[in-house]
């Protein structure tokens, strides 16, 4: 009774295993980035960065007064209008969809916390505890960015983090540093992080 031979299987090619481990990255890297949104825009980060900057060194009226708290309000405003029309920008030149998918569940995560912090805004300011607002801005938009952050690039709730960080500083310092904390961290912290999302993720 004759057995049949036992065949050794082929050693495997270097330049082969090679390939297919770069298939497999290009199949990761792929996996990752239609389940993230990566068209958030690192130089509309930048905008609102220099627009902060501006803000905090020409206001001329008392910090924590009314007007002060209303000019502020005010360029929030404006700083999501310019970080939404540049992010539009950039999502339209990258094909990706701002409803949809990865769009959608950022924008979901990131506006309950900017609701609340509307609200918060509205009864601290009717009660007159103006010397609050600092850090519960910081506070909610950096929770608002970490929630988001985990639908697009990595460092994007990172720096969510870091406003969450300071603004826990601004909630327990006195009121004129709390200004400070506040006004440098909506500057320095868009500038940073802008710059270098903008660098590393295409624009």
């Not at 004759?2 to 065949?7: H, N």
């Not at 495997?12 to 990752?32: G, K, V």
């Not at 960015?145 to 990595?154: D, L, M, P």
């Amino acid at each position: 009774m004759s057995t049949a031979p036992v065949r050794t299987p082929a050693p495997e090619s270097p330049a082969l295993h090679a390939r297919a481990m770069d298939n497999l990255a290009f199949i990761r890297d792929t996996m990752e980035r239609a389940g993230a949104f990566t068209a958030v825009s690192g130089w509309g980060m930048v905008g609102v960065g220099i627009l902060a900057a501006a803000v905090g060194i020409a206001l001329p009226f008392a910090p924590l007064s009314q007007r002060w708290t209303l000019a502020w309000i005010a360029t929030a405003a404006l700083s999501v209008i310019v970080s939404a029309a540049a992010t539009a920008r950039k999502a339209q030149r990258a094909h990706i969809p701002l409803l949809s998918g990865p769009g959608q569940k950022l924008l979901l995560a990131f506006a309950p916390a900017m609701l609340v912090g509307v609200l918060l805004t509205v009864v601290l300011f009717r009660a007159g505890a103006t010397t609050l607002l600092p850090g519960t801005w910081l506070l909610l938009y950096g929770a608002a960015v970490v929630g988001g952050g985990v639908f697009s690039v990595r460092i994007v709730p990172v720096m969510g983090a870091c406003f969450m960080i300071v603004g826990a500083l601004a909630l327990f310092a006195s009121p004129a540093i709390s200004v400070a904390i506040m006004e440098s961290a909506f500057a320095l912290l868009h500038l940073g992080f802008g710059v270098a999302i903008a660098r590393g993720h295409g624009g």
